[in-house]
């Protein structure tokens, strides 16, 4: 049988091969070494997408503190225009959110489907209030002549921060696509997502909001 | 007591966020700017460890988990050390 070049590469990277039936992981002794990238839980693929999202965001992050280096006094003048306070409440939700998004992959893999989806619903309820929120933010900066021009400091901001909301978007769609289709598999790996954009907001909120 | 470790990290999550908030409103005043910056980055390393362990389920890879603090740690002391290079360079 032909395997598209990825799909070997992906199973190689797991341990397994795509050859005959005695090369496969499934026919390994017990006492035989364990492949370390054997040992991520949940789907590997998922775990490049985490660590490559944590990168860009994290260059962007360095970048801007790289910038506010030639200019500090403008960029605590510009973050004084931000509200913490809001940015908090907004971080808030989303924990709430990741907390219901694992709550619900535990009731998943008790069986429990319905109380699943109904905790998937609400995580992907307060994704919408975050949303929500960073747009009535968006809207304020944009009637206060805020725009990316403005300074430096708000080329960072809208650009870190919408290419997170985006994310946002995205997580909302693929966490309604598992609670319909809700394979447990699918739905560790629809979460997990999630709690990735979870990752990179507590790391990107204090950056834009609170260090000043 | 909690004893469900997903409701016991998600309430960490958000002590810690409150706690990062209350500092970067009050802490500047309060001990200075550094150590504001330096408990806002200590927390914000926290935070993702615990989402890292308990959400993305890395406690059941030690290993794993601990590549993923070393790396986040170091990377939250370089964003400490860009955030006070400005202190320094004047």
Request: glycine letters at 10%; hydrophobic letters at 55%; a neutral charge.
């Amino acid at each position: 049988m032909s395997f598209p070049i990825q799909v070997r590469l992906f199973r190689l990277c797991r341990g397994s091969t795509v050859g005959s039936q005695e090369d496969r992981l499934d026919d390994k002794p017990d006492n035989a070494p364990v492949n370390a990238l054997e040992t991520l839980p949940g789907d590997l693929i998922m775990w490049v997408l985490i660590v490559s999202e944590l990168l860009v965001f994290g260059a962007g992050l360095a970048a801007f503190l790289s910038v506010r280096i030639t200019d500090p006094s403008g960029f605590s003048l510009a973050q004084a225009r931000l509200s913490p306070t809001l940015a908090g409440i907004n971080t808030i939700v989303l924990i709430t959110s990741g907390f219901l998004a694992a709550r619900a992959l535990n009731l998943r893999l008790q069986a429990r489907r319905s109380a699943a989806r109904w905790h998937l619903a609400g995580a992907g309820a307060l994704g919408a209030v975050f949303m929500a929120l960073k747009v009535d933010e968006y809207l304020e900066k944009a009637g206060e002549g805020i725009s990316t021009e403005t300074h430096p400091f708000f080329t960072f901001y809208y650009l870190l921060t919408g290419f997170h909301a985006a994310h946002i978007l995205a997580g909302m769609v693929i966490l309604a696509l598992v609670a319909w289709k809700d394979d447990p598999g699918d739905m560790e790996t629809g979460t997990a997502f999630w709690h990735m954009v979870d990752l990179v907001w507590v790391l990107l909120f204090p950056v834009i909001y609170l260090l000043g | 007591m909690i004893h469900d470790a997903t409701t016991r990290a998600w309430v960490t999550l958000m002590v810690l966020s409150g706690a990062s908030v209350l500092v970067a409103l009050t802490g500047g005043a309060s001990f200075g700017g550094s150590v504001a910056g330096a408990l806002i980055l200590l927390f914000a390393w926290m935070k993702a460890r615990v989402i890292l362990a308990r959400y993305l389920g890395l406690w059941r890879a030690p290993a794993w988990l601990s590549g993923f603090n070393w790396v986040l740690g170091l990377y939250c002391m370089l964003l400490l050390g860009l955030f006070l290079a400005p202190d320094f360079i004047r």
